[in-house]
């Protein structure tokens, strides 16, 4: 049987490659990467957040091609349940489902005006009221998860298909510098510390290209 694979963009500024990756590597999942160049004109349409719909990350295993970020997470959740990116319990499932599309579907001022950048480091990041509204979502989310089902991870003792979403908005807090209560900082330090993440961030720094765009100073 072929090795399954995973089409990924840039690590540095990639959001949605960073969870499909998440997941896969999360689920267990033996899989080779396929990375699109910076220059890939759907590649930077995704990044840059212009193409109309997301196709990367795409993943194909067992002859079954699998992509945007949510659909990826269904199919692994459903072929490798022993991982656990999904509860047990049928309403934390419905919890975690519903936190995952809110990530999926919403957010779009803090994307838009916090791009994802491994690389940069901004100090003094002036936020506005959109972006705001935003962040203080997140909190509520992270703050009645970690509540309700005991941490350290969202949804319990292990990482789920939630943490995988929310993966990328600890990258962002770190580059922009968003202050945090003691509880939601020390799960952003926890997701950022997983080797998993620790692998994604070397890598990320090692990226020959930079799109300008995305690396404006602010």
């Given at each position: 049987?072929?090795?399954?694979?995973?089409?990924?963009?840039?690590?540095?500024?990639?959001?949605?490659?960073?969870?499909?990756?998440?997941?896969?590597?999360?689920?267990?999942?033996?899989?080779?990467?396929?990375?699109?160049?910076?220059?890939?004109?759907?590649?930077?349409?995704?990044?840059?957040?212009?193409?109309?719909?997301?196709?990367?990350?795409?993943?194909i295993a067992d002859?079954?091609?699998?992509?945007?970020?949510?659909?990826?997470?269904?199919?692994?959740?459903?072929?490798?349940?022993?991982?656990?990116?999904?509860?047990s319990d049928a309403?934390?499932?419905?919890?975690?489902?519903?936190?995952?599309?809110?990530?999926?579907?919403?957010?779009?001022?803090?994307?838009?005006?916090?791009?994802?950048?491994?690389?940069?480091?901004?100090?003094?990041?002036?936020?506005?009221?959109?972006?705001?509204?935003?962040?203080?979502?997140?909190?509520?989310?992270?703050?009645?998860?970690?509540?309700?089902?005991?941490?350290?991870?969202?949804?319990?003792?292990?990482?789920?298909?939630?943490?995988?979403?929310?993966?990328?908005?600890?990258?962002?807090?770190?580059?922009?510098?968003?202050?945090?209560?003691?509880?939601?900082?020390?799960?952003?330090?926890?997701?950022?510390?997983?080797?998993?993440?620790?692998?994604?961030?070397?890598?990320?720094?090692?990226?020959?290209?930079?799109?300008?765009?995305?690396?404006?100073?602010?």
């Open positions: 049987m072929p090795k399954a694979t995973l089409t990924i963009t840039s690590k540095n500024y990639g959001a949605w490659s960073l969870r499909g990756w998440l997941l896969c590597k999360f689920a267990g999942l033996d899989f080779d990467e396929v990375v699109l160049e910076n220059g890939d004109p759907a590649a930077r349409a995704e990044l840059l957040l212009l193409a109309p719909s997301f196709r990367v990350p795409c993943l002859d079954v091609e699998v992509w945007d970020t949510v659909a990826i997470a269904e199919y692994l959740a459903e072929t490798h349940p022993a991982a656990g990116l999904l509860p309403a934390a499932r419905a919890h975690c489902r519903s936190v995952c599309g809110e990530m999926h579907s919403g957010f779009t001022n803090l994307r838009s005006a916090l791009p994802m950048n491994i690389r940069a480091k901004h100090e003094d990041f002036k936020v506005w009221s959109g972006v705001s509204a935003d962040i203080d979502r997140i909190i509520v989310i992270w703050t009645e998860c970690l509540n309700e089902y005991g941490g350290p991870y969202l949804f319990g003792s292990t990482p789920s298909m939630a943490d995988a979403m929310f993966a990328p908005v600890c990258c962002r807090f770190h580059t922009y510098g968003i202050q945090l209560d003691e509880k939601l900082s020390a799960y952003c330090d926890r997701m950022l510390a997983l080797p998993e993440m620790q692998e994604w961030v070397a890598a990320a720094e090692q990226e020959p290209d930079a799109i300008e765009e995305l690396d404006a100073e602010f």
